[in-house]
């Protein structure tokens, strides 16, 4: 493959990529009446967001910043649902939110009533207490969690101030487990869900992906919406940047140490920590399958950590030093999620068009490193 005109390190996000995404979301909304709210905990890379508010109807956020950020650059419905929130927070959000949710029924009992008088719609985050995902560290609904209310602690005074539910509890799931999740807030609920006017269904639905069964999703919201006349909210984030950008690197040195180890100009631990948190194996565009590859070569970050490994891949050559080597499906939890431990220079933002040609549209300096500390 050619090479990607670009400086290294780079986060390069693919536009023709990000707008197929969006295009299958503008479908889906509109196939089943639901809205589709932008999770930008996953990208918020705001240079995007006047085209992705074209396909979507609005934002989601955890906290103030990214609430401000979507007001500034995103046209559409403003929500916020954080773990806790500030009082000094509250009138910043209550000025610039469509939605407010709460996540306990104390925060909702504090603040509450300030966001009905602002003119905000107020929703209370749920727990269903119904576990979903394969590891119990990651998963909301997990015993122990701190995040929604069960179904015993539902509110019973401040109740009236609610005019939506919220719930998170999947992550890159098909819509078997959404409907697994719509059977219990049904069961669990089902005599408070006509007195509301919507109901978010959180993130982690793999709506973009081919063998998501949309049929089923739709009978999931429409479920909702005919049996007691709600608007159904999504809020995808992985989603909407899946497979949509790359991370570009360039190998500085080459070391030996009972296999090649090639040292690139960037840090799995710095600027793509679901590698190292996560075990994510990101796909590598010059590597090739076992089968085919003669040299299994080490790819491992500039940092003084041990760590810092990005993954042993296959190659059907030697790496060189000055290699390009670019890292696909990079675009989520990357940018947002980068820190520049030990000075760590950040990455460049760019973005490649659909003609191919690159454009840098943000670099960092010592000067955010030093404006941090």
């Given amino acids: 493959m050619s090479e990607f005109q670009v400086p290294t390190p780079c986060y390069l996000i693919d536009r023709s990529r990000l707008k197929e995404n969006l295009t299958v979301l503008d479908e889906i909304r509109k196939r089943t009446g639901c809205k589709i709210l932008f999770a930008q905990k996953a990208f918020s890379c705001y240079p995007f967001y006047s085209m992705m508010s074209r396909y979507l109807d609005g934002t989601s956020a955890t906290g103030e910043y990214e609430a401000q950020l979507a007001h500034l650059y995103f ?21 610039i939110c469509d939605h407010i949710v709460f996540n306990s029924p104390r ?7 300030q966001a009905v008088a602002a003119g905000c719609k107020v929703g209370l985050r749920i727990n269903p207490e ?63 869900l006509p007195e509301l006017e919507w109901i978010n269904l959180g ?45 570009v690197t360039t190998v500085l040195d080459i070391v030996e140490n009972g296999m090649p180890i090639a040292i690139v100009d960037a840090s799995a631990v710095c600027h793509t920590p679901d590698v190292t948190e996560l075990g994510y194996h990101p796909p590598l565009l010059q590597s090739v399958s076992e089968e085919k590859g ?40 990357t940018i947002t999620k980068a820190v520049m431990y030990t000075g760590m220079p950040l990455p460049c933002v760019a973005v490649r068009e659909p003609d191919g040609t690159c454009t840098v549209l943000h670099s960092f300096s010592f000067s955010d490193y030093k404006n941090r500390m």
Avoid at 107 to 113: D, E, K, P
Avoid at 154 to 174: C, M, S, W
Avoid at 220 to 232: A, D
Wanted: one cysteine or more; proline letters at 5%; a negative charge.
């Fill in 203 to 247: 993130g982690g639905h793999a709506l973009t992906r081919p063998e998501y069964d949309i049929d089923r999703l739709e009978k999931c919201v429409r479920r909702l919406q005919e049996n007691y006349g709600l608007t159904v909210y999504l809020e995808p984030g992985e989603a909407i940047a899946w497979k949509a950008g790359y991370f």
């Fill in 130 to 192: 119904l576990p979903l995902q394969q590891f119990s560290d990651y998963d909301p609904c997990a015993p122990n969690s701190r995040f929604g209310a069960t179904l015993a602690q539902f509110p019973r005074e401040d109740r009236k101030l609610i005019t939506g539910l919220h719930v998170h509890a999947l992550y890159e799931q098909n819509s078997d487990a959404l409907e697994q999740l719509v059977d219990v807030i049904v069961r669990q609920y089902a005599g408070l």
């Fill in 107 to 113: 925060q909702l009992h504090r603040f509450g009533g």
């Fill in 294 to 333: 003669r040299y299994l070569i080490r790819i491992a970050g500039r940092s003084c950590l041990p760590e810092d490994v990005f993954g042993d891949y296959y190659f059907d050559h030697p790496l060189q030093i000055g290699s390009q080597l670019v890292f696909a499906d990079m675009a989520i939890n």
């Fill in 75 to 95: 046209h559409g419905e403003n929500h916020v649902c954080g773990a806790v929130y500030r009082p000094e927070e509250m009138e910043k959000l209550c000025g």
